[in-house]
């Protein structure tokens, strides 16, 4: 009995199932009812007394090894069943989602794409700055509402006004790079700075704490006021279209003298008057004019060599104006269904 035994231990060992079928069969041949097993079973009561115990011990080695196999196979078909049920191989492949750039960063693109063809380089400077290069070696006075706590986020505040340019602050304007790139570098200077701006205000659909702005400067012997105007009306109408008007407001700015901000025709009523220009025809892009010849000297520039000018601009403001977004909280939320929807701006 011992020998049969062992005989249908190696069998089981060694046998080969490669289907639910031959699974069955096994199930079938060694433990169904009429199966070898049971049939042990059943000789066992011939069995003389003395060997009761070492051939007991050795049927239900048979057993456990013979419903081991069969619920290891029955697991492994199985779960092969849900494989095949994965890999269906009719099946479209996965649409692999791409991303989409950012509406800012084409429009910041562009306006570097234009001033790059006129030759200038781009230039950046920290978000985290001081008082001194964004506002006290720009001119700005040092009781300058720009400078109040309700605009400027401080990082480290000094109340003792001879300290104050050593304020550590959030910039509020690219205008900063402009004083970071004169204190190491003598004219000529053309500059394009783009980079992201801070002001404690309220969010809103027109307001945010954080925005962007490109800056442009350009320091050189005998640059006019027409110059900047010959750049102006070149960007204008390379943003915009060829079409595109612009007009000059006098302004002021503690950095330029004199100042202007420029209006470019609305490029959606193309002029004739619609509730986005107030009926105006004509909306305001960005500030400009020739660098105070203030600023040249508190950077080390010599003021009766050099002139130049200067201009910035708001890039969520061209943006708005490229693509009617109506609302600046758009562009930081992150909400995918909105910049897909400048998957084909570039
Ligand atoms: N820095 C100004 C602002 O944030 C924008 C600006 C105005 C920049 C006139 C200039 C300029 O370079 O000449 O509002």
């Not at 991303?99 to 693109?109: D, F």
């Not at 490109?214 to 102006?232: C, G, M, P, R, W």
Request: proline share 3%; aromatic share 10%; net charge negative.
């Amino acid at each position: 009995m011992i020998e049969k035994i062992n005989q249908l231990l190696s069998e089981i060992e060694t046998l080969q199932i490669s289907n639910l079928d031959e699974l069955e069969a096994l199930r079938l041949k060694y433990l169904s009812k009429k199966g070898a097993i049971n049939a042990l079973m059943a000789d066992f009561r011939n069995v003389a007394a003395e060997e009761k115990k070492t051939i007991g011990i050795k049927i239900n080695e048979l057993k456990n090894k013979a419903q081991e196999k069969f619920n290891d196979l029955k697991e492994q078909f199985e779960s092969k069943d849900n494989g095949a049920l994965e890999l269906d191989l009719t099946r479209t492949a996965y649409p692999i989602e791409l991303g989409t750039r950012h509406p800012l960063s084409i429009v910041r693109n562009e306006i570097i794409d234009i001033f790059a063809r006129l030759g200038f380089c781009i230039a950046e400077g920290p978000e985290v700055e001081d008082d001194w290069h964004v506002f006290s070696a720009l001119n700005f006075a040092a009781d300058h509402p720009a400078r109040d706590m309700q605009d400027t986020f401080f990082v480290e505040n000094n109340e003792d006004d001879e300290k104050i340019q050593n304020n550590i602050i959030l910039r509020t304007h690219t205008s900063s790079v402009q004083s970071r790139v004169m204190e190491k570098q003598q004219p000529p200077i053309r500059i394009i700075c783009p980079g992201r701006v801070f002001r404690n205000e309220a969010i809103s659909y027109r307001a945010h704490a954080f925005f962007h702005q490109v800056e442009a400067l350009y320091i050189d012997k005998n640059v006019s006021f027409t110059d900047l105007k010959q750049v102006l009306l070149l960007f204008a109408q390379e943003m915009f279209g060829a079409d595109t008007k612009i007009r000059l407001r006098p302004s002021y700015f503690p950095f330029t003298e004199p100042s202007a901000e420029m209006d470019i025709s609305c490029n959606i009523c193309g002029g004739k008057g619609c509730p986005f220009c107030k009926g105006t025809g004509w909306v305001e892009i960005l500030g400009c004019g020739m660098v105070d010849p203030n600023v040249l000297e508190l950077n080390g520039i010599d003021s009766k060599t050099y002139s130049g000018y200067a201009l910035g601009m708001g890039i969520e403001r061209i943006t708005n104006l490229k693509y009617r977004v109506n609302d600046l909280r758009l562009f930081s939320e992150n909400d995918t269904r909105f910049l897909r929807e400048f998957e084909s701006a570039y």
